[in-house]
């Protein structure tokens, strides 16, 4: 029995740690591109992402009222990895200019971007449940925000 916990000890002492890290690239956000969609009884969420160069993603995103059947928000959005970081812009009706947030840690399933002098959100968090569903945390001031569950559209 001592043996047993003296491996189980050893094992814990030199099990390698898992926690997010800072990353400097935009190739470890390649799971971000694509169409994603999100429908309620209210609103289609529509979010997409595509390549445009090496160092460089651009993205849009709207809110389609299913009750006014109109778009009742929009966004234009960019990722771009600028000496040795990644930036998150984006450039929203609410504002005159576009908002940026620094990539602050990921993992190879998360992404999360800060900007702290921003009002709301300060906080924009992407989680990859699985390959073909994410959810999107946007929060402010202790926490209070709101979470959006995509699905990747088909390429078919």
């Not at 190739?27 to 460089?56: D, M, V």
């Amino acid at each position: 029995m001592l043996k047993i916990i003296s491996f189980l000890l050893l094992c814990l002492v030199f099990q390698p740690t898992v926690q997010a890290k800072t990353c400097g690239t935009i190739e470890s956000l390649t799971w971000l591109l694509g169409n994603w969609n999100s429908e309620n009884s209210k609103l289609k969420i529509n979010e997409s992402w595509k390549r445009i160069s090496a160092k460089t993603f651009e993205g849009s995103g709207y809110t389609h009222s299913i009750e006014k059947n109109k778009i009742v928000s929009s966004e234009t959005l960019r990722l771009v990895e600028m000496s040795g970081e990644v930036f998150y812009v984006a450039k929203v009706s609410s504002n005159d200019l576009p908002v940026a947030f620094k990539l602050t840690s990921c993992t190879a399933k998360t992404a999360i971007f800060e900007n702290s002098l921003h009002d709301f959100p300060k906080k924009i968090s992407y989680q990859l449940n699985k390959e073909n569903n994410i959810t999107v945390f946007v929060s402010g001031e202790n926490g209070k925000g709101f979470s959006i569950k995509f699905i990747r559209e088909d390429d078919s």
